[in-house]
Each structure stands twice: as C-alpha cells, then as structure tokens.
Nanobody, 124 residues
Framework: VQLQASGGGLVQAGDSLRLSCAAS????????LGWFRQAPGKEREFVAA????????YYSPSVKGRFTISRDNAKNTLYLQMNSLKPEDTAVYYC??????????????????WGQGTLVTVSS
C-alpha cells in the first residue's frame, strides 16, 4: 500500500482545511485508515480513524467536534476535514493504513503503512 498525503498549509486560527490521502496498491475498501499528527518536539498522536466501510469513525478528544474523517472508496481517497483550527493543531499530519484490523485503531502499532506527512501550521 502506498499513501500520499496532501492539503497541508498555513492558515489562521478559526480557519478550515481539508487534508487528502490518496492510496494505491491494495483494495482500498479492505483496510481501515487513520490520521495521526506530530507536533514539534512531541510524540506522534492519534487524531482519527475510520473503518473499512466508512460506517464507524473515531476521534481523539482534542479534535472531536471540529474534525471529520471520511473516505471515498470509489476514489481510493481518505479525507480529514478540519474546522475551527487552533494553534495547537499545528503538526505534521500522517495518514496510515490498518491492514491487520485488530481494533487498536488509536495505536501507532496497529498501522502497517504510512504516508509521508503533510504540514499544517495554524497561526494565532
């Protein structure tokens, strides 16, 4: 599985941004997907995850209500709609593919493939 994240950029607090992650190499609808982020000087953390069908989604408490994860299985693309952005959302955002699908969607070790990351910078 190859993953290519895009859509990052510099925005102001309160703005919105949508990240995309294009996937290839394996049947897209056969695996779960997640978004993680890593802020400067911090460890990578879970942001959101979505099941294979897109019917179930999960969020970190810090983004719940502001971010929405979705997928388009026909386009082999994962999305992260980010609204009401805050300076603390500044990070490199990574998409990841969950092939083993064992339920630990909030853990890095659950994911087998990772995109290269896209930088989101939110100014105050």
């Amino acid at each position: 599985v190859q993953l290519q994240a895009s859509g990052g950029g510099l925005v102001q607090a309160g703005d919105s941004l949508r990240l995309s992650c294009a996937a290839s190499g394996r049947s897209f609808s056969s695996y779960g997907l997640g978004w993680f982020r890593q802020a400067p000087g911090k460890e990578r953390e879970f942001v959101a995850a979505i099941k294979r069908s897109g019917g179930n989604t999960y969020y970190s408490p810090s983004v719940k209500g502001r971010f929405t994860i979705s997928r388009d299985n026909a386009k082999n693309t994962l999305y992260l709609q980010m609204n009401s952005l805050k300076p603390e959302d500044t990070a490199v955002y990574y998409c990841a593919a969950d092939i083993r699908y064992s339920g630990n969607y909030y853990e890095e070790f659950e994911y087998d493939y990772w995109g290269q990351g896209t930088l989101v910078t939110v100014s105050s």
